[in-house]
């Protein structure tokens, strides 16, 4: 091989690596770090509210010149409110990441924040900040596609009152599966946005009964949940020594069995003794 | 002088016509109290008409409660406890939860059978027994009331209310235990109104073997239905405590009765006792079985770890706990499972959820009933009636003195006896023999649920409406306005159902719709939402 392409071989390796790096850095969201848009309304996010009429609901933007902007959903009376964008993906992994926090939340009103995706069924989110408090925290949700999807990603306060406050909002691929400990969402192609109008396929849903895939995923996860909770259980029960003698249960049971032989009978003389 | 032949009485016998005539005067005033008896009862025997009741309440039970039955397909509310529970015995694994094993037993069986990746598999078992609850409350009301009108009307409500119908479609612990105490009311009535001695030991066995499985159920609520029942069978037996035996002859009336009645209470206590307590450890040999625990200490340690667990519930509030006195009143609902679909692009959303919510209807006409049937047994010293209403009290008054937080379906198993109370109230008027003001106030607690339903000027509209062609009918013919406070009564509860129904299975609604359903939505306790 001759010296120039002796060269050129490590050049195409880093740019062999390079690309994917990039690619797997580029957020699919458009305007994801708010910057973009007029007074509180940042582009390319629509907003929704569960109570039609709800004026107590507000959606703002915070921006200082320069920096990168911060979406807020406040409200003060029972609301289900979000702001959403839709965005198509290939199928493989990705990665939702942001920071996010709470504000004024009532816990014994069980007020929710949620930051994920959502599809006709559910919001697989994650929740943001510690509840009660104002600090920022980072979350990270991994989704995987099957097939090229519009995803509706979505950031929601469900509650009685009290703000969320989304920034630095991503969704970048990753390369692989994420590890067994990250929380992770499988999407189907019936879980993912595959028409523009999820109202009709919702109704389509419910006439035609639950979607076999559907319900395979719904189970797996209700199965998972299930798994879970008898493993802790489990641990839990054996972390509490058994201490007692089995010949105690054995006399029990026993003694149990002759009492209402002695009542059957008690009950079944003629006369008294 | 006494006669040589005379033999000296014991220590025993001269006590025991004191016991006697100290009971006696102590139970007189439930010595006037009558049971129903075979004889007495409007009903002779079983008919093809009862069969055909029965048949018709079953098969709209079971249609209400398996349509849809695996819907949703994800947990929902504490049957991730039961599920676990019965996931863990079917791989040879102990599990301890607050209530005993019987409900998760049952889950464990269907899942063994139709498989664990079916929901539908972990609900069938109440579904059942919620299903055979209707059937179960249909032979009470008819025993109880010697009415098939009344037997009719009681299995209807526990068809048509909501949280009966959601705890039968869901893998929870109340419906076994309200079956299965049912069941024992019906056999302590059953051995009331027989005379056949061996009729009564099997009565009273039933009995033991249902109040066993009800404990075995639920942390114990059942109870209450342990010692109401064990009351009655006593209170039964002073009535007449030589009903079991002959009379031997050759032995004072009171010394026979004093002797018979002691015999007979230990018979009962050691047949229905022992044997519900029998039943009640079995449900536990699972957790002996797997290794959980190794002798009864284990199992005390159990009861005191749950004592301490539940008194540190006292002082930690919940957002859908609720105080007692509320209960009857319907203040606050569960939400058991809720979810939201969004529809992209548009702010268009139905929301699918799952509410701990009753048939207004039904609850709001137990509160009249319930005084109604207390004033009845009092008036006609009628012993059925009485143990419909110290039920009822027995089960609300229980949560008086627990400190812990409680929630709505706590009352179930009261509101069980308020069915009966409201059954037998309508079957009064539906035979033209209540008196006015029962018929008023049945009608006065139609009148939050129209105005609640209908608004506050068309709810108006029909309860002035419905006054008023009361007042005619009454002036006209008692019974047809009687009747009239049935059909009303009847189509209120139905029409109800139907409006109610989707927020108890699930079916998916717009939020106008939810919300024009959250009938209560106030900031503090009362609300729905």
Aim: charged share 15%.
């Amino acid at each position: 091989m001759k010296p120039p392409q002796l060269i050129l071989l490590p050049l195409l390796w880093m740019l062999f690596c390079a690309t994917p790096a990039e690619f797997l850095d580029h957020n699919f969201l458009s305007n994801g770090d708010f910057s973009q848009g007029a007074g509180n309304t940042p582009s390319h996010w629509s907003t929704a509210t569960l109570v039609s009429s709800a004026s107590s609901t507000t959606f703002s933007r915070i921006r200082e010149s320069g920096a990168a902007g911060e979406l807020v959903i406040s409200s003060i009376k029972r609301d289900t409110a979000r702001r959403t964008q839709i965005v198509v993906l290939e199928p493989g992994w990705y990665r939702l990441t942001g920071e996010a926090r709470t504000e004024g939340f009532d816990l014994r009103t069980r007020t929710t924040a949620l930051i994920g995706i959502s599809d006709p069924w559910q919001v697989y989110r994650w929740s943001p900040g510690k509840p009660g408090t104002s600090e920022w925290g980072a979350g990270r949700l991994y989704v995987q596609l099957v097939t090229t999807s519009r995803v509706e990603v979505v950031c929601l306060l469900s509650g009685s009152g009290g703000s969320v406050s989304l920034r630095h909002f991503r969704v970048t691929r990753v390369a692989g599966e994420p590890s067994a400990s990250a929380q992770k969402v499988e999407l189907d192609s019936l879980s993912a946005v595959t028409t523009s109008n999820r109202k009709e396929m919702l109704l389509k849903n419910y006439s035609l009964g639950m979607e076999h895939a559907k319900q395979q995923q719904e189970l797996r996860r209700a199965r998972r949940q299930i798994e879970e909770r008898c493993r802790k259980n489990w641990h839990f029960v054996h972390f509490v020594p058994a201490t007692g003698s089995y010949w105690t249960i054995v006399l029990t049971m026993l003694l149990l069995v002759a009492i209402p032989i002695f009542g059957w009978r008690a009950l079944g003389e003629t006369k008294p003794r | 002088m006494r006669s040589m032949s005379q033999k000296r009485p014991t220590v025993t016998e001269r006590a025991e016509p004191d016991v006697v005539s100290r009971l006696t005067r102590f139970c007189s005033v439930f010595h006037r109290f009558k049971i129903l008896q075979p004889d007495a009862s409007t009903l002779h025997g079983w008919t093809s008409g009862d069969t055909f009741i029965v048949c018709g309440l079953l098969l709209i039970a079971s249609a209400t409660r398996f349509w849809r039955l695996n819907h949703p397909i994800v947990i929902a509310f504490d049957e991730t406890y039961t599920t676990a529970q019965a996931y863990c015995f079917l791989n040879g694994l102990p599990y301890r939860v607050s209530h005993p094993a019987l409900e998760a037993l049952l889950v464990a069986l269907s899942m063994s059978i139709f498989g664990i990746n079916n929901s539908w598999s972990w609900r069938l078992p109440n579904a059942i027994i919620g299903t055979a609850l209707v059937g179960v409350t249909y032979l009470l009301g008819r025993r109880l009331f010697g009415s098939r009108v009344a037997a009719t009307m009681a299995a209807l409500f526990v068809v048509l209310d909501g949280l009966f119908l959601v705890d039968s479609r869901l893998a929870l612990w109340e419906i076994p235990y309200l079956t299965f105490a049912a069941w024992s009311y019906l056999m302590l009535f059953r051995f009331a109104q027989t005379g056949d001695t061996r009729s009564r030991r099997i009565a009273l066995a039933w009995m033991g073997l249902a109040l066993g499985l009800g404990l075995g159920c639920k942390l114990l609520i059942p109870a209450i239905a342990l010692v109401l029942t064990l009351a009655f069978v006593a209170l039964f037996i002073l009535q007449d405590p030589t009903r079991m035996s002959d009379r031997a002859t050759g032995e004072s009336p009171e010394a026979y009765r004093s002797a018979a009645f002691a015999r007979q209470l230990v018979g009962v206590i050691a047949l229905v006792g022992g044997l519900s307590a029998l039943v009640y450890e079995a449900v536990f040999l699972p957790n002996y079985w797997f290794g959980g625990w190794r002798g009864v200490t284990d199992q005390l340690a159990y009861y005191a770890a749950e004592f301490r667990f539940q008194n540190s519930l006292v002082t930690k509030p919940h957002h859908w706990a609720s105080p007692w006195w509320s209960w009857p009143l319907m203040l606050r609902a569960m939400l058991y499972w809720n979810e939201t679909a969004f529809v992209a692009g548009t702010t268009s959303i139905q929301t699918s959820s799952i509410r701990a919510l009753g048939n207004p209807v039904i609850w709001w006409g137990v509160l009249a009933a319930v005084p109604l049937m207390a004033v009845q047994a009092v008036s006609r010293k009628d012993l059925a009636r009485g143990f419909v209403v110290l039920g009822y009290l027995s089960y609300l008054a229980m949560w008086i003195p627990v400190p812990r937080y409680k929630f709505l379906y706590y009352y179930m198993p009261a509101l069980y006896f308020g069915f009966l109370a409201l059954a037998a109230e309508l079957d009064e008027c539906w035979r033209g023999t209540a008196h006015v003001w029962e018929e008023a106030a049945l009608l006065m607690s139609l009148a939050p649920a129209i105005i609640l339903g209908l608004g506050t000027r068309l709810g108006m509209g029909v309860i002035l409406a419905l006054a008023t062609s009361y007042v005619v009918l009454r002036r006209w013919d008692k019974r047809s306005a009687g009747i009239l406070v049935c059909f009303s009564f009847l189509l209120a509860v139905l029409a109800l159902f139907v409006y109610f129904f989707p927020i108890w299975t699930g079916i998916p609604l717009s939020p106008e719709r939810l919300q024009a359903r959250m009938w209560l939505h106030g900031a503090g306790l009362a609300n729905w939402n």
